[in-house]
């Protein structure tokens, strides 16, 4: 990642190193907001591959077994709606993902950076000032098929250029430094489950800020095709018979409460590895197909969308899911290269996402968010560009209302410190899919939502 912001490369270092070690999300240094879910209890199941673990917080009373339960009756019902939340981590460039290049002060902002006209991306249909950068092609073309909503300057008042205050708000859903739940978190308090971890999904190794709740289960999955049991020296055949052995071990009567316990986690551990052999095979390797071709490229990025539409083909009860994209925006210098990577391999691989949703007939119940905690300064800095203000997000689906919502301000009256203006709130994004695709009323999970307006995004 082209970064040379020393307290962002800590905050990350913060969330995702410390968070692994058992204890919930970390305490972080002073003067950063603490994470939304700090402090939440967290059960960590023996599944383990290379030292990764599936999680569940919020349900230190609850067993698998419950959990099993839950999941099962969760998945009696109707299919109901699921949000896919992408964060593109590290501020991206909104200026490149959607370059002005018929802005008269594009080129002298940018003299170096500035894409031309011709350079292979397309004019962007809404306003023909703008152009798709030539890696967010993929975008383009949902875009022209009408499913992708833009909103090509999305923030608030006042902006914080802070990594992590901007992403703590866009993360808790509110202006409020000492918020300690996640907007998506109230949402499944309001219409989750007691019994359902499957409801709120990091496909990650931590739990997503933006999922922690107050009441109801949620969990942390790095990838499904990670979970398998290995024993040094031990390989098959002999593996599949020990592995059933450890689980009928489980049902068996036990003497002493120390017996019970450890004939329990085994009978929790087998069920668990039970739900999850149609997505993992010899060696940890997938044993589900995808019905389009995925990205080799971008890490474990695309490798989990694809699970993903797995197991929500599988009939998994899903409702919020949150992810990281490919690499980091964070693009103080290097920022061509940075983009040409990065954006490539994201936009690919949730266009690949979008086809095998269509393939599976799942598209009209899945909208993917894609997001970032600000934007970047419209003057560059020679290879790179610095903290801004208003960014860019999308709404992409076969649901999405497929339009912009507010409209690019131009660079001719930027704000008192030189950035880029917001026209539509990042909280009013989030009060339009609450009403719009949860049917359900906004202010359970963002606070005065009242008073923010409700763009269109969903057909």
Request: negative net charge.
């Amino acid at each position: 990642m082209a970064c040379g912001c020393n307290d962002f490369n800590r905050a990350q270092l913060l969330r995702k190193g410390a968070a692994v070690a058992g204890r919930g999300l970390p305490k972080i240094e002073r003067g950063m907001p603490l994470p939304a879910g700090t402090g939440m209890d967290r059960r960590t199941f023996l599944l383990r591959s290379a030292g990764t673990a599936i999680s569940v917080y919020g349900a230190s009373m609850l067993g698998v077994r419950h959990f099993e339960e839950g999941i099962a009756k969760a998945a009696e019902g109707p299919a109901k709606p699921v949000l896919v939340s992408i964060f593109m981590e590290g501020g991206w460039d909104a200026m490149s993902v959607l370059a002005p290049i018929g802005d008269p002060l594009y080129k002298q902002l940018r003299p170096v950076l500035a894409l031309k006209e011709g350079e292979g991306g397309v004019k962007f249909t809404e306003d023909e000032r703008l152009m798709w950068h030539p890696q967010a092609a993929g975008l383009a073309t949902l875009h022209g098929e009408g499913k992708v909503s833009v909103l090509p300057a999305v923030g608030y008042d006042p902006p914080d250029e802070s990594h992590f205050t901007s992403r703590h708000y866009w993360e808790v859903g509110q202006l409020d430094t000492e918020t300690r739940s996640g907007w998506m978190g109230r949402l499944l308090d309001a219409i989750g489950e007691p019994d359902n971890p499957l409801q709120g999904l990091s496909l990650d190794y931590s739990l997503a800020p933006a999922l922690a709740s107050t009441r109801v289960p949620v969990a942390a999955v790095s990838t499904p095709a990670e979970y398998r049991l290995w024993t040094y020296g031990v390989d098959e055949p002999i593996m599949a018979s020990a592995v059933r052995t450890y689980g009928e071990l489980g049902t068996l009567a036990a003497p002493s409460a120390a017996m019970a316990q450890a004939r329990g986690a085994s009978l929790d551990t087998s069920i668990v590895l039970g739900q999850m052999a149609g997505f993992v095979g010899e060696e940890g390797k997938p044993t589900y197909t995808s019905p389009v071709a995925y990205p080799k490229e971008g890490g474990q990025f695309a490798e989990r969308l694809a699970a993903l539409a797995a197991m929500l083909a599988a009939g998994m009860p899903i409702r919020c899911v949150s992810l990281s994209g490919v690499g980091g925006y964070d693009t103080h210098s290097d920022e061509v290269e940075t983009l040409k990577t990065n954006l490539g391999e994201t936009v690919e691989s949730v266009l690949a996402f979008q086809r095998d949703l269509e393939a599976r007939g799942l598209a009209d119940r899945v909208l993917v968010q894609l997001w970032s905690e600000f934007g970047r300064r419209p003057a560059e800095n020679g290879s790179g560009t610095d903290h801004g203000a208003a960014g860019a997000a999308f709404v992409i689906g076969t649901k999405a209302k497929g339009q912009m919502v507010g409209e690019f301000p131009g660079l001719s009256q930027l704000d008192e410190n030189e950035n880029l203006r917001n026209t539509s709130d990042f909280r009013a994004l989030y009060c339009s899919l609450l009403e719009q695709w949860f049917a359900t009323e906004a202010g359970v999970a963002i606070p005065g939502a009242a008073s923010l307006p409700r763009p269109v995004l969903v057909r």
